[in-house]
């Protein structure tokens, strides 16, 4: 997916890295793919919940251990894109990291 998108934006390979968005909708709300990239979906968090309305992690509901993520956008970038300071980089396998929106105020430990 790197090259496809290096290519078709003519960029060094070397100045892009993989990013992704938290979307709005889950696996049954996506119609078409996406124009570049691609969608993620099943993924769970534990501990933590995703707040749909201001898009960003919150502390787990009450008795509730699991919540079902959003779909992610996985696409590339050039690295000379200015990143958002408010992003909270997770390590979730060794192929990519996720990058989430939290809430600076609300208690998060992971």
């Known amino acids: 997916m790197k090259q496809e998108v290096a290519r078709a934006n003519k960029w060094p390979l070397d100045l892009v890295e993989i990013t992704n968005t938290v979307t709005n909708v889950y696996r049954e709300g996506v ?4 124009a570049e990239g691609v969608y993620v979906y099943g993924l769970f968090l534990e501990g933590a919940a995703w707040d749909k309305r201001f898009r960003i992690l ?19 970038v050039n690295k000379a894109y200015v990143t958002d300071p408010k992003l909270y980089t997770v390590s979730i396998t060794v192929i990519f990291s996720l990058h989430c929106k939290y809430n600076s105020y609300s208690l998060i430990t992971l």
Do not use: F, Q, R
């Open 31 to 34: 119609v078409k793919a996406p």
């Open 58 to 76: 919150i502390e787990a509901l009450p008795k509730v251990l699991n919540t079902l993520m959003p779909n992610l956008h996985i696409t590339a």
